[in-house]
């Protein structure tokens, strides 16, 4: 039989996880001149939207779907929606195609990174995941700070329809190496897949990003849309909670989150995404509203942030290794607080240095922290759960920075409000403050009276940054155990499933198949 080539396939799935990295970055550079195109400028934020909404509520079902069917069908059906939307996104002729175009391509992202991290746990052991999940960490960042610049030179020099083209032939590559050199052994057996979990979990997480988004827009909390949407996500979630008590083979084991460090890991990483987004999201906002900066200047002083990430991702895993999970996420943690901290003085000072450091500071602490959630995570359960345990902390970070961003902008908003009041209608967007042209026609008066209300606000919001980021030390130094990885891990599975703490000798898939663990070389 062949044997999988670890080599090849960590080639493979380095490629495919720059890629969806890269997308998530070298979008926005190229939307200005998308708009100059295509029109349609009220589609502008549903480009984004789109993508965030399927390829967030996709998360959890390809971790499942990997465990139930294997990992190899699994990237390449995910790898190929990602691709087949990219090429549909680069041929758009109208903004309506684009985001529609732009919703499939997340349907096929959503998977791309549970699956290769869980690729990665397979291929390697304990010691082993805590050096190459945090490689992998460190290439997600690295292409964080790439691509606007790769955006920005394909856009000037060549076409922006190129920004979604430049996926097909590194995804095609990285499809053809999985398909040649990841072998997974496969027996038949039926099983029964989860439809109503499925369908509740994914209409739930649905009507709840809308509700998030929509406040992130602007709209109040009690607008018939938000409300209409929040209520059915309750109802929905609550529907596949019961579900999922019922099930044989539930699409997210509930018991998971049982095993200590599984649900402080998801709750940290819920916590620990809403602060991040609180910073990468705020920070350009003060640079460009309060200190009247350009857009890049903005990017350059959020770029530290994904610099320390990628820095301290590969620190992470040595770390882990020496000490345990718990001085990685606890180091990580009281990197994000001190940075956390450093961000109060920002809003009224005029050094770009403070929130530059800031910004780097929490990129270390999320490098050191989100690793350890991975592999703690991976370690704890077996082969045949580790795909949705590593979708489900991949997840959290997820919905939990659409959480942050929905009510620090809400916490902006109120604040802002008063302060504005005295002001004419017309003078009280705050947007006028970031497009340098509208700007200038502003009177001097008014535009530092909307300065200052600015950094007023900015105030309450890094308050808020600060006081999730403590909630999540609490949360990591309270969940997480002491010890070493090797003295973890069997306690760690003994609280999860019965198997976990084995790789099994055949794991069911799917209506008709089964897959077992890979073999290597």
Known sequence: MRQTNRRVVVAAVMLGTFLAALDTSIVGTAMPTVIGQLGGMSLYSWVFSAYLLTSTTTVPLYGRLADLYGRKPLFMAAAGLFLLGSMLCGAAQSMPQLVAFRALQGFGAGGIIPVTLTIVGDLFNVEERARMQGLFSAVWGSSAVAGPTIGGFIVDYVDWRWVFYINLPFGIASMTLFWFFLNERVERKRHAVDYAGTVTLTLGITALL????????????????????????????????????????PILPLHLF??????????AGI???????????YLPLYVQGVLLGTAVTAGMVVAPNSIGWSLASILSGRIILRFGYRTAVVAGLTAIVLASIVVQFVPHGDSLWLAVAAAGTFGIGMGLSATAFI???????????????TASITFS??????????ALGTVLSASMAPRLAGLPESARDVNALLDPAVRSTLQPAVLETMRTALADAL???YLGVLIIAIVAFLVVLVGFPRGSIKDLQAAEAGESAPDASEEPAALSVGSSEEVQPTEVR
């Open 459 to 461: 105030v309450f919001v």
């Open 210 to 249: 809308i509700a998030l988004l929509e406040v992130g827009e602007g709209r109040a909390w009690s607008d018939p849309l938000v409300a209409g949407s929040l209520a059915l996500a309750v109802i929905l979630l609550a529907l596949f909670v019961r579900t999922e008590q019922r099930a044989a083979e």
């Open 375 to 389: 592999i703690a995570a991976q370690n704890a359960v077996g082969w045949a759960e580790r795909g949705i345990a």
């Open 397 to 406: 970070r997820t919905i939990g920075g659409a959480i942050g961003v929905a």
């Open 271 to 281: 916590l620990v995404g809403g602060a991040m987004f609180g910073v990468t999201s």
């Open 258 to 267: 049982r095993t200590r460090v599984i649900g402080a890991a998801f709750l």
